[in-house]
């Protein structure tokens, strides 16, 4: 079994890689995943992510641990694990910290395909892990004539845009000048508002489960296709719930792969994610498979 902390996981990851092998994953008919888990005691929250396919089972273990920053560790700690279905050997126990952010940035990368935003100016609300993750990933992929970035913390946003050759934006001019927007924050009141938004744009909301909320109704109400990774969302988001997202406006990721939903282009397009096992176990594959060729 191999062990692998977050500096290593880094260098491991190629996200066309990444992509792809989520993109597989959702089209195999054999891959499974078990509801999530979760359990909260003592003030944090802890979930088990179980996933099978491709000859193997995943298992993440994550919790969010509210207290965690003020000692200096991370607000969200856990573990990925790879085990071969044929024999349960534990394949590889990777940090589920840096796994998480690729695997999420990847599937808003491969949703972003989909939904025809992958040109224009990007902008990027939040300056946090999955802002980065998410930067990181899209500006590998795709060629953006800008990149804006905002979060209420100016300082710590100005450096993220630095380091994409980006610039630090209100919230107002990332969500009126930009083509594709990522929200990806801890907010409980909105940040996405539709009457701010352009004619044509892409609009991808990683900030998951509740109470976080990052779009405002009337952002719902203008999109002609809500794409959500997983239907768990419904259930688990504070965004796209039954009551703000029509039932005809919803497409799930893997049924849009496989061609047996549709998403109308143009207008206003969200994706909502929350996180699915499969999206775990497609990393913990990448991340496998990578190791072959590693000494």
């Given at each position: 079994?191999?062990?692998?902390?977050?500096?290593?996981v880094d260098s491991l990851v190629d996200p066309?890689?990444?992509?792809?092998?989520?993109?597989?994953?959702?089209?195999?008919?054999g891959a499974v995943e078990a509801p999530r888990a979760s359990l909260e005691?003592?003030?944090?929250?802890?979930?088990?992510m179980p996933a099978a396919g491709r000859g193997f089972y995943s298992l993440k273990l994550v919790g969010v641990y509210p207290d965690n920053p003020g000692r200096g560790l991370p607000l969200v700690r856990g573990r990925l694990l790879l085990v071969d279905a044929r024999t349960g050997e534990v394949l590889l126990d990777a940090d589920a910290g840096p796994a998480t952010g690729w695997r999420t940035a990847a599937a808003?990368?491969?949703?972003?395909?989909?939904?025809?935003?992958t040109r224009g100016v990007l902008g990027v609300i939040g300056a946090g892990v999955q802002a980065r993750y998410h930067l990181e990933v899209l500006t590998r992929l795709y060629a953006y004539?800008?990149?804006?970035?905002?979060s209420r913390g100016r300082a710590r946003a100005e450096g993220l845009a630095r380091r994409y050759n980006?610039?630090?934006?209100?919230l107002g001019e990332v969500l009126r000048g930009s083509d594709v927007i990522v929200a990806a924050t801890t907010a409980t009141e909105p940040v996405v508002h539709g009457s701010m938004l352009g004619d044509d744009v892409v609009v991808a909301s990683v900030g998951a489960p509740r109470p976080v909320r990052e779009l405002d109704r009337e952002t719902l109400s203008r999109a002609s296709c809500i794409l959500i990774?997983?239907?768990?969302?419904?259930?688990?988001?504070?965004?796209?719930?039954p009551e703000t997202a029509p039932s005809h406006k919803l497409a799930e990721l893997r049924g849009l792969l496989k061609g047996g939903e549709k998403c109308p282009g143009g207008g206003v397009r969200v994706y909502k994610s929350v996180g699915r096992p499969l999206?775990?176990?497609a990393a913990a594959i990448l991340l496998h498979d990578r190791l072959e060729h590693v000494p």
């Open positions: 079994m191999r062990i692998l902390g977050p500096e290593l066309r890689l990444m992509v792809e092998e989520i993109r597989r994953i959702l089209l195999d008919e005691h003592g003030g944090s929250w802890f979930g088990v808003t990368a491969l949703a972003l395909e989909l939904l025809g935003g004539t800008r990149i804006l970035v905002y980006g610039s630090f934006a209100s990774d997983t239907p768990m969302v419904l259930e688990e988001s504070g965004d796209v719930t999206f775990d176990l």
